[in-house]
């Protein structure tokens, strides 16, 4: 994905976000979300998929997003300012959260509910285990995305788990077909690992110029 992209634009969102990041607010309503003033981009995906390390390994702060062991603890939508000019939002996960069905039904809802409402949404970016690939669970939230007309991009995470980059390259293919009719599905898969820092670099970039807080 780097020819994507200019060396520039990588150094410059390189910079945007080693720039100061602080959580923000954790929101269990809709009513308590901030303002729309700023842009945001969304990270969804299967409880325990890796969102929180995907935030810390963007920002560089290993603390900034909790990460767990434990699927389904992000209950809320966590909110986190970047330099005080972008939100990155992360929504509960969906999938093997350890919790009653009327529970994870509420916070499942509040995530549709934030897709839905925010007009300054920029994008949703859909974290996809590479070593599993698009499950039937990941569909029902290809189709939340699709009926809410949010544009989202798959990022497949954990790719350094694989055994070679032909079977990373292998899984990319074939997710990227698997979605390539969606209506509101970005035509492109980012491959990334927050272990080790594949592609991290590339999806800054891809997040700061559509956001538009870099040209």
Do not use: C, W
């Not at 200019?6 to 923000?24: G, K, S, V, Y």
């Not at 093997?96 to 949703?124: C, E, I």
């Not at 599993?132 to 939230?141: P, Q, S, T, W, Y």
């Not at 189709?143 to 990319?172: C, F, G, P």
């Amino acid at each position: 994905m780097s020819e994507l992209f200019t060396e520039e634009a990588i150094e410059t969102a390189r910079i945007l976000f080693a720039r100061p990041a602080e959580f923000l607010m954790g929101a269990a309503k809709i009513e308590q979300l901030p303002s729309p003033d700023l842009p945001e981009v969304a990270f969804a995906g299967r409880s325990n998929v890796g969102k929180s390390s995907l935030i810390n390994g963007l920002t560089g702060r290993h603390g900034l997003a909790r990460a767990s062991n434990e699927p389904g603890r992000t209950r809320e939508v966590n909110l986190f300012l970047l330099d005080g000019r972008l939100r990155l939002v992360d929504l509960p996960g969906y999938g093997f959260a350890r919790a009653s069905k009327s529970d994870t039904s509420k916070f499942q809802n509040l995530g549709r509910s934030y897709l839905r409402g925010r007009p300054n949404l920029k994008r949703v970016y859909l974290l996809i285990d590479a070593r599993h690939g698009l499950k039937d669970v990941d569909k029902e939230a290809l189709d939340a995305l699709d009926l809410a007309a949010v544009s989202y991009q798959i990022v497949l995470t954990k790719a350094d788990k694989l055994r070679s980059s032909a079977a990373v390259e292998k899984v990319a293919a074939e997710t990227l077909k698997a979605v390539s009719k969606r209506p509101a599905a970005f035509p492109r898969v980012a491959v990334t690992s927050s272990e080790i820092g594949t592609g991290l670099p590339e999806l800054r970039a891809e997040i700061a110029q559509t956001a538009g807080v870099i040209d």
